[in-house]
Structures are given as structure tokens and as C-alpha cells.
């Protein structure tokens, strides 16, 4: 497990960058942490970084958005990102039933899950990662990643 120390919005778009430059396709990245912790903004710099030109929110009441990726990130083979709040969530199968798997299953796609720990079964795709996002001293943020 990585540690990264998060000081303001600027780190956090750099460790974006970074992150977003390792991905083939394929990963499901669960986003764990407290309200105000910055999963969504690290998915606002990430879908930034891959070049999706769409305005990024947190879809808190629609549940899934997906977007389509610059042409730099297809030809890296990532063609979608698919953006998930399962706060709302009670389970895996609600996850399920809003058409997750067919994304999370997709070689192409990159899925970020926010509030992955509600549906803990999400951990068993293969390709999963996690990224938990702490509070430090002040304002900085901790980040972990785990492989």
C-alpha cells in the first residue's frame, strides 16, 4: 500500500495525473472515505487526465455515469469511463441492476465506485483496487492506495 499526502487541489490533480497514466482498462478503483475526503474531485482531475471533455459530477441520484475518453486514452485502449455513488446503495445487487457489470466487465472501461465499502462484494472483480481517502493535519488530505 502506497501513502500520498494531499495539501491542496494542485496535489491532487498531480496525483491524478500520475494514477491516471498507469491504467490499461479494465480496473474497478472502490473510492473509500468521508464526505468532503475528495473522491470526487480525484475523479473530476482523473476524468480530466483521460480527456473527457463532459462536465464530471458526483451522481448521487442517478447512481452511473459514463463517459467517453480522448483519443490519447482510446489509443492506450481506455475508451470509457464509467462513474459510480453507491452511497445510495444497499447492496451488490442494486449495483448489479443499474447495469454496473457491464461495465466493470468491459476490457476498455475504467470504473470509479465512490462509497465502494457499501457494496463490499465489489472487491472480488478482478481488477479491483482502493483507494481510501483520509483526513491529515489542517486541510491536507492522506491518500492509500492499495494494489
Not at 491516471?20 to 474497478?28: P, R
Not at 476498455?108 to 481510501?132: F, M, N
Request: contains cysteine; glycine residues 8%; positive net charge.
Amino acid at each position: 500500500m502506497n501513502d500520498f499526502r494531499i495539501k491542496n487541489l494542485k496535489d491532487l490533480e498531480k496525483f491524478a495525473l500520475k494514477f491516471a497514466d498507469e491504467l490499461k482498462g479494465g480496473e474497478i478503483i472502490g473510492l473509500i472515505g468521508d464526505l468532503g475526503a475528495g473522491k470526487t474531485s480525484f475523479v473530476q482531475y482523473l476524468a480530466k487526465a483521460l480527456g473527457v471533455k463532459t462536465a464530471v459530477k458526483s451522481p448521487t441520484f442517478i447512481l452511473m455515469q459514463v463517459f467517453e475518453t480522448c483519443a490519447a486514452a482510446r489509443k492506450r485502449g481506455i475508451t470509457e469511463l464509467c462513474h459510480v455513488d453507491a452511497y445510495r446503495l444497499n447492496d451488490m445487487t442494486e449495483l448489479k441492476t443499474i447495469g454496473f457489470d457491464d461495465y466493470a466487465r468491459d476490457k476498455k472501461t475504467v470504473c470509479l465506485v465512490e462509497w465502494a465499502d457499501r457494496t463490499p462484494e465489489i472487491r472480488l472483480y478482478q481488477g479491483y483496487r482502493e483507494i481510501s481517502f483520509g483526513f491529515g493535519l489542517d486541510e491536507e488530505r492522506v491518500i492509500k492506495v492499495s494494489k
